[in-house]
């Protein structure tokens, strides 16, 4: 389903900042900032203090104005949430928030296998993290937790900015090496990594650019899958991705590939 970036719903960025975050960061973060507003609120109403801490409420307007602005003015956003990372400092502030918490209660429980275990749970999905991102090299951009799954690339974007066509164009060289490729895509990105590509990559594929349309020759298609081009083909016409000559994929999650039309 193809929605205009100027009519997007207002869950929209949200949604996107709880997909594509790791879940650890994610639940530490609501945990955080509720464990912080009880204990802000309590402090007031029992008048252990007279104001809430300056720093962690700059923290609060500094993560939070911004995607209640989004919401409330129905803001243009384009492909994800690239235009909000800067708010990324404050989430992580508040999921430490509650990690720390976390580590205080604990220090002071009589339950002793919590004091190994629980930071033993942190640290191995933190481990567990770092795994995931090194094993999605270079293609990080196109993460998604498992709060989905596998997520449909007719309803979310994948790759972009079309990055991951550089490793496209070397692994189908690699895959072919004696067979010549004419390639073809509505997608800017692969002729513009192309023309970077070493010599051996041009000796063996061409690359028709991306406003040569349609093509006057047989030609292998690639897709990042964005674009009401590549959406319409996918959704309409399904059969012409059932035999790729080559995917990325980043876990099951498709990235990018290439289909002979």
């Known amino acids: 389903h193809w929605v205009p970036a100027q009519n997007i719903p207002w869950y929209y960025l949200p949604v996107w900042i709880g997909i594509t975050t790791p879940i650890l960061y994610v639940i530490s973060f609501i945990v955080g900032l509720l464990l912080w507003s009880i204990k802000s609120i309590r402090e007031l109403i029992t008048a252990q203090t007279s104001k809430i801490n300056a720093q962690d409420l700059a923290i609060v307007v500094f993560a939070l104005g911004p995607i209640a602005a989004v919401v409330i003015k129905e803001s243009v956003m384009y492909d994800g949430w690239r235009h909000m990372y800067f708010v990324y400092g404050g989430l992580i502030y508040f999921a430490i928030y509650a990690l720390k918490s976390l580590h205080e209660r604990i220090s002071r429980s009589r339950i002793k296998w919590a004091k190994r275990v629980v930071p033993m749970l942190v640290a191995a999905n933190s481990l567990w993290i770092i795994g995931v991102m090194f094993d999605a090299h270079p293609h990080q951009n196109a993460y998604y ?49 192309y023309l970077a590509s070493n010599e051996d990559i041009k000796a063996h594929i061409e690359v028709i650019p991306h406003d040569e349309f349609p093509p006057e020759k047989d030609y292998v298609y690639c897709s990042i899958f964005r674009g009401k081009y590549d959406q319409y083909l996918y959704s309409e016409h399904r059969q012409l991705f059932e035999k790729p000559l080559h995917e990325i994929k980043l876990g099951k999650n498709l990235v990018c590939g290439a289909y002979q039309f």
């Not at 010549?180 to 997608?187: G, I, K, N």
């Open 145 to 193: 937790n498992r709060l989905i799954e596998q997520p449909s690339i007719s309803n979310f974007e994948a790759d972009y900015w079309g990055t991951s066509f550089k490793q496209l164009l070397e692994q189908l060289h690699e895959k072919y090496p004696d067979k010549a490729l004419t390639l073809y895509s509505r997608s800017e990105p692969l002729y513009f990594n």
